[in-house]
């Protein structure tokens, strides 16, 4: 069942500068919470927990880990804007209805609400590559900036994730499914935290099933390295569920706005 | 010359499972008319708006808004149409200002065009001194100015209104009546549902009393008071009120009772309180016929929840 209503337009760049001007009020706040935290888990992990790891092909633990957090922020950020916070929109406070009520579209919306996944994915990212290249794990600012995009799309798929149990979900405490069934499945087995070499094969086969796994190998490729083995080919996997999972999320929140 | 029909709809339903929540109704307002639908809560009012005004996509019927199909032309019907919810939907994370000029731009009203319009509107709701508040500051008085404001932002044709005074203080439901005139005579239609007969006798050209997805009754408020309970009500509450009934026999007077009263409607109450007196009944009260004893009339007396 596809509607006229669901297909997106340009007009979903109003409810993106929505979110945008919302953002202004709190974003100082944010930035200088989230720098600490990351810092944080850069020493804990990286140096802490790193200091019983052996070298990975010649690159230190707090270097391998680096990629991961980053990427991970990008799904933790992506995820919270999507299932709390637009449940919060859908549900509590009605922004949806208001923006139904002007000539927005649930296609405008709902894009709206990703690109705006996309946005804070790449600004949680980037403030995580700002404290890496504090710590000197950042190989080269360029190639560093070349992961923004993957980054983006990052942003815009756990958007869409989350939009799915948006649209689903009957109250807030429904996320602890999310969390526990998609989130944490990807942060402990994407090669975010730990390389899957001699892992036994149904955990590495498994990895390479999660989404997640293939923006990894991209953005640690890209930002230790400067290259990636096989990047059409992990490309293909992270844009192609991207499309799928927004598609799901259109159709998830359209059954939940339209009766 | 027929008038030209801002809202046409006919035989228009919606059910959501087994309740039918508006069952065929025909509804037509005119260019500048203030219509108003009157009905006990569940009678299929909120229903039938959000119907109108797109939210709800209607199982049957024909609908056509500002001349345009509903079903085809949404989006291009909301862009010349306000709606003012009954639930609060105002942003809480954004200031006053701020409401008005993001709402603007979800119409692709620039932010620099938009200033003059958020200054004037909020002079004609009385808020242009919360500027820069927080909607979790505001009053429910004040909430509800700022959501007709929001609505009239890009300068609609047609302003829909969920029972727009629900909740406000007196001076506040004034003020909202007032400003509603206004833009009433400034050409504007408006279709506005409300449980308070005063505020359809005060605004509306013509009203539709509806119960149970229907509508009952249609017409200018005076009238269908007149045509349907009369001039005047005398309420009998004594403990004679039966035997003092029984003296008014003959005069045709039609009688209600529910609980400890006796309604008695009448063209003119003058015959009925000289008989009444003649009888040594004092325990009663004569007033003029309202919509409420329409509304009360029509859909019954007893509690709706």
């Not at chain 1, 590559?129 to 990052?154: D, K, N, R, T």
């Not at chain 2, 708006?49 to 291009?76: C, F, N, T």
Request: aromatic fraction near 10%.
């Amino acid at each position: 069942m596809i509607a006229a209503g669901m297909v997106p337009s340009r007009r979903a760049l109003r409810v993106w500068l929505r979110h945008l001007v919302q953002y202004r009020s709190f974003y100082v706040a944010e930035w200088a919470g989230n720098f600490g935290e990351h810092v944080l888990y850069l020493l804990a992990f990286g140096y802490g927990l790193g200091r019983l790891v052996p070298s990975l092909n010649g690159i230190s633990y707090a270097q391998f880990i680096g990629p991961g957090l980053v990427v991970s922020i990008a799904m933790w950020t992506s995820t919270f804007e999507s299932t709390y916070g637009a449940y919060n929109r859908m549900r509590v406070q009605k922004t949806y209805e208001a923006m139904m009520s002007a000539p927005l579209s649930l296609g405008d919306i709902v894009l709206g609400d990703l690109l705006w996944c996309g946005t804070r994915a790449i600004i949680g990212a980037t403030l995580m590559m700002i404290v890496l290249s504090l710590f000197g794990l950042i190989g080269s600012l360029w190639w560093a900036l070349s992961v923004l995009p993957i980054i983006f799309l990052v942003g815009l798929m756990f958007g869409s994730l989350g939009l799915v149990s948006a649209g689903l979900a009957p109250s807030f405490s429904f996320f602890s499914f999310h969390f526990s069934l998609v989130v944490m499945p990807m942060f402990f087995f994407a090669e975010t935290l730990f390389p899957l070499r001699g892992l036994p094969d149904g955990l590495r086969l498994f990895s390479q099933t999660l989404p997640l796994t293939h923006a990894v190998k991209i953005v640690r490729g890209l930002i230790i390295f400067g290259r990636v083995d096989d990047f059409l080919f992990h490309l293909f996997i992270l844009a192609g569920s991207t499309l799928v999972f927004m598609a799901c999320a259109t159709i998830s929140v359209s059954r939940r706005m339209m009766s | 010359m027929v008038a030209e029909l801002d809202i046409h709809a006919r035989g228009l339903s919606k059910s959501f499972g087994a309740l039918k929540a508006v069952d065929g109704i025909t509804l037509q307002v005119e260019r500048g008319e203030c219509y108003g639908m009157l009905g006990p809560n569940g009678a299929g009012k909120t229903t039938a708006i959000r119907m109108i005004h797109g939210a709800v996509r209607p199982d049957g019927g024909e609908l056509s808004v500002l001349g345009r199909d509903a079903a085809a032309g949404s989006r291009r019907i909301r862009e010349e149409m306000g709606v003012v919810p009954q639930e609060d939907t105002l942003d809480n994370e954004l200031s006053v200002y701020n409401n008005m000029w993001v709402f603007a731009n979800y119409f692709g009203i620039s932010r620099r065009r938009s200033r003059d319009r958020i200054e004037e509107l909020l002079d004609f709701v009385q808020l242009r001194d919360k500027w820069g508040e927080q909607i979790k500051n505001l009053s429910g008085g004040m909430k509800r100015r700022l959501l007709i404001a929001r609505a009239l932002i890009h300068r609609p044709r047609l302003l829909i209104l969920d029972e727009p005074t629900t909740g406000l203080d007196p001076q506040a439901r004034h003020l909202v009546w007032q400003r509603l005139r206004e833009l009433k005579s400034g050409g504007l239609t408006i279709l506005l549902t409300t449980h308070y007969m005063e505020e359809a006798a005060q605004l509306c050209d013509r009203i539709g009393v509806m119960a149970q997805g229907r509508v009952l009754v249609e017409g200018p408020p005076a009238e269908l008071v007149r045509e349907r309970v009369g001039e005047e009500v005398i309420e009998l509450r004594g403990a004679g009120r039966e035997a003092a009934a029984a003296a008014l026999n003959g005069l045709g007077l039609e009688i209600e009772r529910a609980g400890d009263t006796l309604y008695l409607y009448c063209r003119s109450g003058a015959k009925a309180v000289e008989r009444l007196a003649s009888a040594g009944e004092r325990e009663f009260l004569r007033r003029p016929a309202s919509l409420e004893d329409l509304f009360l009339r029509l859909t019954g007396r007893e509690l709706r929840e």
